[in-house]
């Protein structure tokens, strides 16, 4: 009986004096981290809105520069056209042999 009893006062001594100890800071370390990640994943987050904030406003500038200095397809089918006519004017010059200027040759 004696035996027993001193069996179970180790295992008792044993539990108290270390496993109690080691699970409690077992417990303490995995507070710890799961404390540091949450802090790290909000500060990743809040980057990443700012990151996010700062694309899309840099994008509507962007629309709005190319809203300014876009050209409008009237616009440049007018510019096209006088460019045809003024072409076509001076190939009509040339296919007519007037020439005002010949470049002093004769």
Same mark, same amino acid.
């Given at each position: 009986?004696? $035996?027993?009893? @001193?069996?179970?006062? $180790?295992?008792? &001594? &044993? *539990?108290?004096?270390?496993? !109690?100890?080691?699970?409690?800071? !077992?417990? &303490?370390? *995995?507070?710890?981290?799961?404390?540091?990640?949450?802090?790290?994943?909000? $500060? !990743?987050?809040?980057r990443a809105e700012e990151a996010?904030?700062?694309?899309?406003?840099?994008?509507?500038?962007?629309?709005?520069? +190319?809203?300014? @200095?876009? +050209?409008?397809?009237?616009?440049?089918?007018?510019?096209?056209?006088?460019?045809?006519?003024? #072409?076509?004017? *001076?190939?009509?010059?040339?296919?007519? %042999?007037? #020439?005002?200027?010949? %470049?002093?040759?004769?």
């Open positions: 009986m004696h $035996d027993a009893l @001193t069996g179970s006062l $180790d295992l008792a &001594w &044993w *539990i108290t004096a270390v496993e !109690l100890p080691a699970m409690g800071g !077992l417990f &303490w370390l *995995i507070t710890k981290v799961r404390k540091d990640s949450d802090s790290a994943l909000d $500060d !990743l987050r809040a996010q904030t700062q694309g899309r406003e840099s994008l509507a500038a962007y629309k709005l520069e +190319v809203a300014k @200095t876009y +050209v409008s397809f009237a616009t440049l089918k007018d510019v096209e056209q006088r460019l045809t006519d003024h #072409l076509l004017r *001076i190939e009509t010059k040339l296919d007519s %042999g007037f #020439l005002p200027f010949d %470049g002093g040759r004769r």
